[in-house]
């Protein structure tokens, strides 16, 4: 399910809202538009640091969309 968000939010460049839990343990909410996936990693536009960052998945803890001001939460 996360890798049809993931090729969405690259293919449609459309923002992402990310709760992530970062290796030090600390949890963010970011609002990115993904660039490149693999197995381990996503890489993406963070809108917060406005700088590409790259995040393991499975560090992510909720992804959700937004389209045409609706939201949709999918995990």
Known sequence: MLDGLF?????????LEMIYLADNHVITQRRLIVKEVNDEYIR????????VRTFKREN????????????????
Do not use: D, T
């Open 7 to 15: 090729l969405r939010s690259i293919e449609e460049n459309i923002p």
């Open 44 to 51: 993406a536009y963070c809108l917060l640091r406005k700088q």
């Open 60 to 75: 992510i803890l909720s992804l959700m969309s937004e389209s045409n001001n609706k939201k949709h939460y999918l995990h």
